[in-house]
């Protein structure tokens, strides 16, 4: 089939929640306070490690690094979902269409891949303490952060690029509040077989292999754990990789089944439901799991806040 004569869409209309009119100022201002939230409290993680030399350890290196991917996936997203919900649709061009996408998408790869990183790092120091100072040194900490960036973006360039060459000739509907891979590609007009049987590829070492190493590292943890003498010592290191553990869980449940598992037949508000847990909810858990269980975050936010209000 020839496309020549048709031209490209320029701009994509995004209907969000388009059924909820009662209910979308309340919807708009709890979205708000969460992506406030959201950015308040990784915004502290990110500040408390960097400011406090007792937070400079490997763990604590990573989980900044964590930060500022939830704050750029979420900014990248919320935003103009915001203006979605308040308007009940809103357009956006189809370039800033695929830009969000890539952007998404890259720092969502990259976010599996860190949460990997997280995992190794509690297991090398539970399961081999006496040399996990030696074998987590600068330069596998600075390895260990480069190669997620790397790979998820590379990955995504690849599917974004992908995506970029199909041909869009309308409509220019997207039910949906962000462009993500799905609605992208009912909106296109040409074979899109080989862009979904790429992205489940992709899927496998980006989602499904680093949740199987996840899993795997902590049942040797547990193990491991179930071997410390003291209680006080199992109950520090289980709270710590307890918090990890739940946000691998909810984060990489909603990945499987939207992106690895995606059932064609599945409702749109499903989707949208399910799209909103790891958008706003996942990048919640984080600070709320790391400041509120853990007390060397604690001790760190008491003692700044505490200089503060002295001041």
Known sequence: MSYT???RISEVLLRGFHNIQNLKIFLFLL???IYILILTGNLLIITLVTIDHRLRTPMYFFLRLLSSFEILATTNIVPKMLSVIIREGDTISFTACMMQFYIFSASTNSECFMLTVMSYDRYL???NPLRYISIMDLQLQLNLVCWPWLIGFLITLIITVLVYKLHF???NVIDHFFCDLSPLLELSCSDTSVVETQAVLFSVPVILIP???IMTTYILISF???????AVGRKKAFSICSSHLVLVCTYYGTLISVYLFPLRDKSTNVSKVTSLLYII???LLNPIIYCLRNKEI?????KYLGTYLKS
């Open 5 to 7: 004569n048709q031209s």
């Open 31 to 33: 979205v708000l306070f």
């Open 125 to 127: 120091a539970i399961c």
């Open 169 to 171: 000739c309308g409509p």
């Open 211 to 213: 949740f199987i190493f």
């Open 224 to 230: 491991a754990i179930s071997r410390i003498s003291s």
């Open 281 to 283: 909810v996942t990048p």
């Open 298 to 302: 604690q001790a760190a936010l008491h």
